[in-house]
Structure formats: C-alpha cells, structure tokens
C-alpha cells in the first residue's frame, strides 16, 4: 500500500479518471517502468478495456530516450545502495541478477513501444522475446537474456521451497545441493554456482551496455 502514488497518506483506490490523469501528466519513469507489468485481471468488462487502452496509450508515447536511460540507471543504482547482496546466491538484487534483467526489459519497451508497440509484454521472458521480433534486441543476446531470468527464477524458488533466504553454502546440508543442481540441470552445487557468476557477469555487461554506457550514468553506488 505505501507504494500507491500519493504514499501512505493517499487514498487507497482511485477513480479512473485520477490514474489515468496521473499516468499521462505526474508519473515518474520508474512508475511506467513498473506500469509495463500491469493489466486488468477482474472487473467490468468496458473498464478492463478502457484501462487496457490508457495503460498501452501510456506506454507508447514518445519519449525522451536518453532521460530514460539516465533515469533507469539512476534507480538502479539507489536500490542497489539500499539493498545490496550479501552473496551470489541472492539472486534478486544480486547485479547481473533479476532486478537488472527487469530493468532491461522494462527499459527496452519503453525506449521502442513508440514504434513497436507489439513489444509491451508483462512477463519479462516475454518481453525479450518480443524485443528481438521486433529487431528492438540481438536474437542471440535476448535468448541469452531469457534463459538468465528462466535460470535465476529456478534458483531463486527453490532456495524459497529448502531453506528461506538466509542460505549459507558453507553450511547448506549435501541434499540441498544435489537438489539445487538437478533443479537447473547441473551436475553439482559447484556447477551451479560457476554458472550463477557467469551468467551475473554477463547480464551485468549487457546492462552496462544498454543503459548506463549510452546514459553516461553509472547504476553501480558509490
């Protein structure tokens, strides 16, 4: 609930009227960022529509594409100097972790909805995929980037389903490990995390890459 646009001392609901006037006119872009994962799950059928509408009008409107950027890195580098990992295997905040595979997709869109509207996918796989149709993405680096999200998704559920998130290799019992590996297919737990740390590194390049180095901004804190 705090994270409703006026804050904590706004209203719990809105009327149709007041989101979409907010979308277009006040939204930050970390608010679109976050808007390309929306869409009506219940309700009335005309109002489900009409958000559809508002919602994807949103996000294909022009942009200026180098504050998107700069923006983009900007909050990345603030939720990384709020939550910083304390290991590889915490895997959402981790760089070259699911945030940043977040970030890329929900940049991207943004920077090409204007002109590949068909690019707006909620699911972030998705949206890579969707990306590279649209020539918005290299073929190679979006099958890259799915099977990252795909890879660090399974990680991240199964320490969720074993242990919670205070893992511990050192100290993780032999049956987690073998069962971690088989989950993503590997042949031992030390596999497992080569894999992890290569493919952070890599998804790290790609950020750095599609954002901050056309940006000039750096996401990482100082």
């Not at 869109?109 to 918005?136: I, K, S």
């Not at 031992?188 to 998804?203: G, K, P, Q, Y």
Request: proline share 5%; glycine share 6%.
């Amino acid at each position: 609930m705090r994270l409703r646009p006026s804050g904590a001392s706004g209203p719990i609901a809105v009327p149709y009227s007041g989101f979409e006037k907010y979308q277009r006119n006040d939204a930050w872009t970390f608010e679109h960022m976050a808007l390309t994962r929306a869409r009506p799950v219940l309700g009335d059928a005309e109002l489900c529509r009409r958000l559809d509408g508002a919602i994807r009008e949103v996000l294909t409107a022009p942009r200026d594409r180098q504050k998107l950027l700069a923006d983009a890195a900007d909050m990345r580098r603030r939720i990384a100097q709020e939550h910083k990992a304390k290991h590889v295997w915490q895997v959402k905040h981790l760089r070259g972790g699911l945030v940043d595979l977040e970030f890329l997709a929900q940049t991207l869109q943004l920077a090409h909805a204007p002109e590949h509207p068909d690019v707006l996918r909620p699911n972030t796989q998705a949206a890579f995929a969707a990306l590279a149709r649209a020539g918005a993405l290299d073929g190679g680096t979006a099958e890259e980037l799915v099977a990252a999200t795909r890879f660090m998704r399974q990680i991240q559920g199964m320490l969720r389903l074993t242990v919670g998130p205070d893992f511990d290799e050192d100290s993780a019992h032999e049956g987690v490990r073998r069962r971690l590996a088989a989950a993503v297919g590997e042949p031992s737990f030390d596999a497992v995390r080569e894999r992890l740390v290569a493919t952070a590194e890599r998804v790290r390049h790609i950020f750095a890459e599609s954002i901050e180095t056309p940006s000039g901004v750096s996401s990482d804190p100082s």
